[in-house]
């Protein structure tokens, strides 16, 4: 530790850091714009001037930017100098010279870092009346909107895009005052992180172009905390909402899993909320096969009836809350529940749980993965299915810079001086795949292969590390990346081995359990990160399930059941088809409830319109096994309500006295006398928790306009507001945001900073844990010792001959950011940036099959597919993107043929798809 002085007082601070992260750590007011705790210094934006002495004896001192000088023991500053302050003004008043006055109508307006620091350094009048600089807006896709007049060149932009998130097509074009940053041309922004350019603007330059849609003023928004749907990580946001219609996601800081960045899927996924194929209403399925309304009470006698007919097969869900899981299986009972994901994807789940529980090996926040040293991806292509986790392997890749850097006396947060001394010097990353992906432009080597060919990679390293574990026969291009990564892994301090359920194969996980393992035993140390495909993958897992889909389809199709609940989930992406059909034919009452019309909606008797986790109160447990809960940001529309609730008020009327639960407290309460889950009471907060002020927390502001102001077309008189009782938070901007738990943070904001650049004052210290404690509990409990791993895991795959077959091609999954979650695949802004359905093939045989790049292809029972290439495609094999609006999502055991369909037109343009995956 050392110790400064500003302005007279004395401060402990951590030493190595620059003085002005040492201040805002403090909670002191330093304005600042080019700074960002995530990417660290260049002082381009001389705005965080102060007066630095050189002792006490020093009146003079001289004038250094805060976020480029380093805090030593005895270091004396002053921020309320006079010189400091007039220069810190003089640089607000060059910035305005070009700077539109825009601000009453600007989007940014009321959330602007450039607002906050305009004030905070007292510049109110222009004296400028020149002729301002102005630029051409750029279009850049459906997420991002473009408004270069407002820029003030700090750099962040391209300084995050390309030198964090490794994207490539957005620059700096230009030079002193004539800056231009945008693409080369218009075009849509291709890195998947593009969005938080939104939150690392500190103007209005990038703006969020959905929220822009159907805009409204930003402090009269609608929030709370809450948890990404869109895959397992398990990020941490804070949506808003307004007049009923969610507006926007927002990263919300959580320093062990998201920190400051969303992906794109996260961010612009949940527009699925307001999407016209919502269910509002309940409805039956009359005998003309047509739905008619009926009131929820009606619902709820008819589903107390159904559940005294015998035995009720209960279809749960990994896209659905803890709660309303739980809730099922209680009702249907544990003979009959479903985790309602596809046979194999269950096992693999199970697997995936039992490796972490069993390995001994760590299970790493997303802040562990960006502190390895030496990465090993195996099978799992997790930009796109589990993307944020991609984005903290780009900064593990660094580890090497910062150490290097470290040893030449640079400090770690000086970016560019860091950057130039590396130059290209990167920590190695391995990545064994099916296809290319997205970031193997930082690996220090790429396999690409079928899952079986990954697995057996994965068992031979392992057996190179120790010689206890079984050993296999490789082909020489094999052994060249099996030799490196040994090599890598075994000299590694932090190594850490990726894998997961995506590409389906049970050998994987397996090899990548033993990797851990033999690094383990060598007496070292070894994360390992498992995945699975969707948001509560682990928590339905944890949860139990004695039957398997199948085996419940079977048992409807054979009459053994008559009834059956589906909750939130389409059956038509978890089973064949054919299976689905004969189940579903058979069965007296299909009773579904969900937030969106699906395939399955199509076939049931009666349908209950679910909220979406928007509007209900839950709990997520993310791949590392962390529960975390999400909060109802408004109040739903109609008839909507949390499943659970359904559920629970249907067995009241059947006499089910053990299942009488008003409140999603009591669910979580019963929720812990589950083995696998106790410790999820403690994850956040009953909802009678009052902070420092016996107050409840806001949903809004104290900025945000009067509740009149909303219906005033309808009513003038002010409407009583709603009291959430399941909840700490009000539905106004009545209550206290300050002194809570993190889990409870609502919004952002403090006197003087208005933007999201508040959360240093919520935080322990500048990019640390949150005051109020990080959010989650980890149900995982981890065995140190890890037994068992070395008999259990003895059996490499055997692989074949990846021959071309007389009946066709195997199909191999692959997966689209954009597109294959279900949800976010409802979300107009991802429609548009997702492509259609897709099949990739090896260039020599699409030529061989008369298929062009970019054209169409089908095959029978599957549907219709553009054309894309990889040279790395097996031969014999065709990669398909899973999940996709008129694609499948669970692959065909058998090979399947394939032909020309020249009635299909691409939607994206030829030089898109010809680069493929």
Known sequence: MAIITVDGQTFDVQEGHNLLQACLTHKL???????????????????????????????????????????????????????????????????????????????????????DMTVMTGHTTRRYRGQKRTFRNQYLGPFIGHEMNRCITCFRCVRYYHDYAGGDDLQAFGSR?????????????????????????????????????????????????????????????????????????????????????????????????????????????????????????????????????????????????????????????????????????????????????????????????????????????????????????RQSVRNLSLEMATNAGIPEWQDAGVRGHAQDALNPLFIASIAPTRIDDIAADTLHGTPDVLAEAGFAIAHQIDSAFVAVELFNDVNNFVDAAVKALSEAKRPLIVSGTGCGSAALMQAAANIAWALKGRGGEAALLLTGQEANSTGVTLLGADLDLGSALRKLSTGDVKNVIVLENDLY???????????????????????????????????????????????????????????QV??????????????TDAAKLAGRNDLRWDHVDEVVRACAGTDNLKG????????????RANLRIPRETHRASGRTAMHAHLNVHEPKTTVDEETPFSYSMEGLNGDQPGSLIPYVWSPGWNSNQSIFKFQQEVAGSLQGGEVGVRLLDVSANGTGLQNRFRDPPETDSGSTTADGMRLLPLYSIFGSDELSGFSPPIIERSSGPQLVLNPGEAHQLGLTVGGGVKSPGLGSFEVCVSSEMPRGYAGIVLGMRGSINVLPQDAVELMPDPSLKPKRPLDVIARGH
Not at 53 to 63: A, K, T
Not at 96 to 110: A, I, T
Request: hydrophobic content about 40%; some cysteine.
């Open 29 to 115: 007011d330093l304005p600042y714009f080019c700074w960002h705790p995530a990417m660290g210094s260049v002082g381009a934006c001389r705005q965080c001037a102060v007066i630095q002495y050189q002792d006490e004896d020093d009146e003079r001192g001289r004038l250094v930017m805060a976020c480029m000088t380093l805090a030593v023991d005895g270091t004396r500053i002053s921020i309320e100098a006079g010189q400091a302050k007039e220069f810190r003004a003089s640089v607000i008043e060059w910035l305005m010279e070009n700077h539109p006055h825009d601000c009453p109508v600007c989007e940014e307006g009321g959330e602007c870092h450039l607002q």
């Open 177 to 393: 005052t004539r800056m231009f940053f945008g693409r080369e041309s218009d075009g849509v922004l291709e890195n998947e992180f593009a969005g938080n350019l939104v939150e690392v603007c500190p103007t209005g330059v990038f703006t969020d172009k959905p929220f822009s849609q159907t805009y409204t003023r930003k402090w009269d928004l609608q929030s709370a905390p809450s948890i990404c749907p869109g895959c397992a990580v398990g990020c941490n946001t804070l949506p808003g909402a307004r007049y009923g219609l969610l507006k926007r996601v927002h990263n919300r800081y959580h320093s062990d899993v998201n920190g400051y960045f969303l992906c794109d899927r996260g961010r612009f996924g949940s527009h699925f909320v307001n999407a016209d194929a919502r269910i509002r209403r309940a409805g039956v399925r009359a005998e003309d096969g047509v739905f008619e309304e009926i009131a929820i009470e009606d619902a709820s006698v008819r589903l107390s009836e159904v559940l005294g007919q015998g035995d009720v097969i209960g279809i749960g869900s990994p896209r659905a809350s803890l709660e309303a899981n739980f809730a099922l299986k209680s009702l249907v009972g544990e003979d009959n529940f479903v985790a309602g994901v596809a046979d194999n994807e269950n096992r693999l789940n199970e697997l995936m749980v039992s490796i972490y529980r069993e390995s001994g090996a760590h299970i790493p926040t997303l802040t562990d993965v960006e502190a390895a040293d030496a990465v090993l991806v195996l099978g799992e292509d997790v930009l796109n299915t589990a993307p944020r986790v991609a984005l903290a392997l």
């Open 573 to 631: 992406r978890r089973a064949p088809a054919a299976s689905v059909d004969a189940a579903l034919d058979k069965a007296d009452n299909v009773i579904v409830l969900d937030v969106l019309e699906t395939p399955t909606i199509e076939r049931a008797t009666m349908v209950l319109p679910a909220a979406a986790y928007a509007e209900s109160t839950g709990t997520f447990v993310n791949y590392e096994g962390r529960a975390q809960r999400f909060y």
């Open 634 to 647: 408004f109040e739903a529309d109609g008839a909507t309500r949390p499943a659970w609730r359904y559920l």
């Open 680 to 691: 999820i009471q403690d994850v956040a907060p009953t909802a009678d928790y009052r902070g």
